[in-house]
């Protein structure tokens, strides 16, 4: 008998499902085969390597601000992709996506969100606002008038992509978002957050989307995971802003945190009550950077190579976190940053999948949790004299089928039990 591990224990469940024929009557006594579709578990990854080839973009494309593939590679890593993940994230970083005032990105961007949407993937935007990547020309506008501009930014991507994009990072890194200084170029959101206050400039971000996408999902972001970040949530929470996810950013350029760590953190922000989505996470197969480094921006270097030392870490490592992250009932979504090297944030081996396409002992290990020990390949069971079989697996699409003909339904915990009709 196989023991069941921690993860097992909080995402698995059993339904008894009825499955009946077209006229109605029960399939008693019947062979059935039962596979699971879908997972409801967001298995996320960054969707930037097929901005551009998913709308069948000809010509030179526009360039991805934060990194991706280049076009050339798209059809390379889609099945790689399709194979481990059901959630994309898209760049909607407003100077790579509106860097001439008036022409926003709004068409490829809709494209490749459709594209996602057509294979069974959901699509996350990040983010609607955030300060390191404003707009040059917003810096043209005054104090009040920056605040006017960025709400008709948040309505507009909010409205434009309803129905393809209804999960959003509405802000993204307040903590530091009013301190932030760069020296080589100033930004107008950082002074907007400074002048109104860090509550006012969330308040901003989620009352438009809100009013844009009532439906939407609207998730708080930062990679500052002191108590500077659970203080500001407190402190919008008693506000009253609504906020339906915590994100939290797990860049591991400098080593694995370890399960202590992790659930530290996890246990620090699951108090809040809210679901938690971790948006961002790498684990480097290279060398790692050394842990002086405060700014991860800081450290540039040549060439960052992968190696097969650092694979073999960044296997074990990725199954340690992945595991230790869904024993975790709060956490509803991981996003794992990168697929592959190229192009990948700060030129760090932190993809899955090498730079030629090949992919690591790490996808190999990932996809064996997402798609072997987390998943129900095709099971032949049978129905009761009642047309009644007990399934168990993982929440999410499943199927069913006698012969030539099939049905879908779901397995969720809380749901009523289930009753399908063969087609």
Same mark, same amino acid.
């Not at 064996?368 to 999410?396: F, Y």
């Given at each position: 008998?196989?023991?069941? @591990?921690?993860?097992?224990?909080?995402?698995?469940?059993?339904?008894? &499902?009825?499955?009946?024929?077209?006229?109605?009557?029960?399939?008693?006594?019947?062979? $059935?085969?039962?596979?699971?579709?879908?997972?409801?578990?967001?298995?996320?990854?960054?969707?930037?390597?097929?901005?551009?080839? +998913?709308?069948?973009?000809?010509?030179?494309?526009?360039?991805?601000?934060?990194?991706?593939?280049?076009?050339?590679?798209?059809?390379?890593?889609?099945?790689?992709?399709?194979? $481990?993940?059901?959630? +994309?994230?898209?760049?909607?970083?407003?100077?790579?996506? #509106?860097?001439?005032?008036?022409?926003?990105?709004?068409?490829?961007?809709?494209? @490749?969100?459709?594209?996602?949407?057509?294979?069974?993937?959901?699509?996350?935007?990040?983010?609607?606002?955030?300060?390191?990547?404003?707009?040059?020309?917003?810096?043209?506008?005054?104090?009040?008038?920056?605040?006017?501009?960025?709400?008709?930014?948040?309505?507009?991507?909010?409205?434009?992509?309803?129905? &393809?994009?209804?999960?959003?990072? *509405?802000?993204?890194?307040?903590?530091?978002?009013?301190?932030?200084?760069?020296?080589?170029?100033?930004?107008?959101?950082?002074?907007?957050?400074?002048?109104?206050?860090?509550?006012?400039?969330?308040?901003? +971000?989620?009352?438009?989307?809100?009013?844009?996408?009532?439906?939407?999902?609207?998730?708080?972001?930062?990679?500052?995971?002191?108590? *500077?970040?659970?203080?500001?949530?407190?402190?919008? &929470?008693?506000?009253?802003?609504?906020?339906?996810?915590?994100?939290?950013?797990?860049?591991?350029?400098?080593?694995?945190?370890?399960?202590?760590?992790?659930?530290?953190?996890?246990?620090?922000?699951?108090?809040?009550?809210?679901?938690?989505?971790?948006?961002?996470?790498?684990?480097?197969?290279?060398?790692?950077?050394?842990?002086?480094?405060?700014?991860?921006?800081?450290?540039?270097?040549?060439?960052?190579?992968?190696?097969? #030392?650092?694979?073999?870490?960044?296997?074990?490592?990725?199954?340690?976190?992945?595991?230790?992250?869904?024993?975790?009932?709060?956490?509803?979504?991981?996003?794992?940053?990168?697929?592959?090297?190229?192009?990948?944030?700060?030129?760090?081996?932190?993809?899955? $999948?090498? *730079?030629?396409?090949?992919?690591?002992?790490?996808?190999?290990?990932?996809?064996? &949790?997402?798609?072997?020990?987390?998943?129900?390949?095709?099971?032949?069971?049978?129905?009761?004299?009642?047309?009644?079989?007990?399934?168990?697996?993982?929440?999410?699409?499943?199927?069913?089928?006698?012969?030539?003909?099939?049905?879908?339904?779901?397995?969720?915990?809380?749901?009523?039990?289930?009753?399908?009709?063969?087609?």
């Amino acid at each position: 008998m196989t023991p069941v @591990t921690a993860v097992d224990a909080v995402r698995r469940s059993e339904a008894t &499902l009825t499955v009946r024929r077209p006229d109605g009557s029960v399939c008693a006594d019947t062979d $059935v085969l039962v596979a699971q579709v879908r997972h409801d578990f967001a298995f996320g990854n960054i969707g930037f390597d097929f901005v551009g080839p +998913a709308g069948e973009e000809q010509g030179a494309a526009r360039e991805n601000v934060f990194g991706g593939a280049g076009p050339e590679a798209a059809e390379q890593l889609e099945d790689l992709w399709l194979e $481990v993940f059901n959630t +994309a994230t898209l760049p909607f970083y407003w100077a790579g996506f #509106e860097p001439v005032e008036g022409h926003p990105d709004t068409r490829r961007l809709q494209a @490749t969100a459709a594209w996602f949407r057509d294979r069974g993937v959901s699509v996350k935007g990040h983010p609607l606002v955030w300060h390191t990547l404003a707009p040059d020309w917003l810096r043209g506008y005054s104090a009040t008038e920056v605040e006017e501009v960025v709400r008709l930014r948040v309505r507009r991507e909010v409205t434009a992509f309803a129905g &393809l994009v209804d999960t959003w990072d *509405a802000i993204n890194e307040v903590v530091i978002m009013p301190v932030f200084a760069n020296e080589e170029r100033q930004n107008a959101i950082t002074a907007l957050c400074r002048r109104i206050g860090r509550i006012p400039t969330i308040r901003l +971000a989620f009352e438009e989307a809100r009013r844009a996408n009532p439906g939407t999902t609207l998730v708080l972001n930062d990679f500052n995971l002191s108590t *500077a970040y659970e203080c500001l949530i407190e402190g919008v &929470l008693e506000a009253g802003v609504r906020v339906d996810a915590i994100g939290l950013q797990s860049h591991m350029h400098q080593g694995y945190w370890g399960e202590e760590r992790t659930l530290e953190v996890l246990e620090r922000f699951a108090r809040y009550g809210l679901p938690l989505h971790w948006t961002e996470t790498t684990l480097v197969s290279g060398d790692l950077m050394p842990p002086e480094i405060v700014d991860l921006n800081d450290h540039q270097v040549d060439s960052w190579p992968s190696t097969p #030392e650092g694979e073999e870490r960044q296997a074990d490592e990725v199954v340690r976190h992945y595991r230790t992250l869904l024993a975790h009932p709060s956490v509803q979504a991981v996003t794992y940053w990168g697929l592959t090297d190229r192009g990948a944030w700060l030129g760090a081996p932190a993809g899955l $999948v090498r *730079a030629d396409g090949s992919p690591k002992p790490a996808y190999v290990a990932l996809r064996g &949790l997402v798609k072997g020990d987390w998943w129900l390949d095709p099971t032949r069971l049978r129905t009761d004299g009642e047309g009644r079989v007990t399934v168990a697996g993982w929440a999410g699409d499943y199927s069913v089928s006698v012969g030539d003909r099939s049905a879908t339904w779901q397995l969720r915990p809380d749901a009523p039990t289930p009753v399908v009709t063969l087609t």
